[in-house]
């Protein structure tokens, strides 16, 4: 079956501009996460989904960017004037489980979208 | 709060060597611990994953790691390396209160023939 999609692959943006960065989660996973992941660093947690409720956004890293998933599959997550410092590779997750589950469920990856700021 | 320590940047094994990936965690309980492989163009994939019972974990492609209390150590081994196997390797703890993966800074693993 197909596996978590992203879209798009790669975005270029001026300094300033919005950009949306779309995740296509596996069918049926109740669970999604949205990671950002610098040059040479590891994956970093910015916000979790279970269906379309948003239960933890603590990673956000600011009031400019949101996330949302609003009919718990397909979810959006939005950068509004874009940063240099916004630069990097967005990636998406999701998984089956739920409650408990969650910490020891596997999360299966996008390939990534690779978001570059001028 | 719960962190996670990659010591090596970057290895370089021969082909049929074994390979050990270090990895260190700090957390006060018992933690959620996986490894993750990431090769170019390519999504992240689990290697394998520890929660509870036997320390000594197998996973796909030949892995296995062990978990260690005492050193708070998981580190991942494999016996005989294959020129595929060259990707970035990210240990990873759970966050045992929250929805949190908590991920190493990576290392890359180079295959010489």
């Known amino acids: 079956g197909a596996g978590v999609s992203q879209s798009p692959r790669y975005k270029v943006a001026k300094r300033g501009q919005d950009v949306a960065l779309r995740c296509d989660p596996i069918?049926?996973?109740?669970?999604l996460f949205w990671y950002q992941q610098a040059l040479g660093q590891g994956p970093e947690f910015l916000t979790y989904f279970q269906n379309e409720a948003q239960l933890d956004k603590s990673g956000l890293p600011s009031d400019r960017f949101f996330a949302e998933r609003p009919e718990g599959s397909v979810s959006t997550l939005k950068i509004q004037r874009t940063q240099q410092e916004d630069s990097a590779v967005y990636l998406c997750?999701?998984?089956?489980?739920?409650?408990?589950?969650?910490?020891?469920?596997?999360?299966?990856f996008g390939p990534g979208t690779r978001l570059t700021v001028l | 709060a719960q962190s996670v320590t990659q010591p090596d940047i970057h290895i370089t094994v021969s082909e049929g060597a074994s390979l050990e990936l270090r990895c260190n965690y700090s957390y006060g309980a018992t933690p959620y611990l996986f490894w993750y492989v990431q090769s170019p163009g390519q999504g992240l994939q689990l290697l394998l994953k520890y929660f509870s019972g036997d320390t000594l974990v197998q996973g796909i492609k030949g892995f296995e790691a062990e978990f260690k209390r005492s050193q708070s150590s998981f580190n991942l081994r494999k016996p005989s390396v294959h020129w595929s196997d060259a990707a970035e390797y990210f240990c990873?703890?759970?966050?045992?209160?929250?929805?949190?993966?908590?991920f190493g800074a990576g290392t890359r693993l180079f295959v010489k023939a």
């Open positions: 997750a999701s998984s089956l489980g739920v409650g408990r589950e969650i910490r020891t469920d596997t999360q299966y």
């Open positions: 069918s049926g996973h109740v669970s």
């Open positions: 990873a703890v759970g966050d045992g209160g929250g929805f949190k993966t908590i």
